[in-house]
C-alpha cells in the first residue's frame, strides 16, 4: 500500500505503526508496542504499590517511622 490514493498515516498504520504527529511526521511506534504499553499501564497500580511498599521496608529497615499515611489525592491537598 503505497499508492497516491493513501496518505504517509495510512500507508504507516497498513504496515503496524502508528505515526507521531497527524502531518509529516518523522518517526513512528509500532503498534504492538503500544499494545503493550497499554497492558502495562493497566496494571501500574500494582506497580505503584509494590514501589511504596518497598520504599516502606527500606525506610523502617533504616529507623524511619512513618508518622502519616494519608494519600494525597489531587494536586494541593
Known amino acids: 500500500m503505497s499508492c ?11 504496515h503496524g505503526l502508528f505515526p507521531t504527529a497527524p502531518s509529516q511526521p518523522r518517526m ?13 499501564f493497566e ?9 511504596a511498599s518497598a520504599l516502606n521496608t527500606h525506610y523502617i529497615r533504616r529507623g524511619y517511622r512513618i508518622t502519616n499515611t494519608k494519600v494525597c489525592v489531587g494536586r494541593f491537598q
Not at 497516491?4 to 497498513?14: D, I, V, W
Not at 513512528?28 to 502495562?40: D, K, M, P, Q
Open 4 to 14: 497516491r490514493c493513501a496518505n504517509l498515516a495510512q500507508t504507516l498504520l497498513f
Open 28 to 40: 513512528a511506534i509500532s503498534v504492538e508496542l503500544l499494545g503493550f504499553y497499554r497492558s502495562l
Open 43 to 51: 496494571r501500574s497500580c500494582d506497580a505503584v504499590n509494590a514501589l
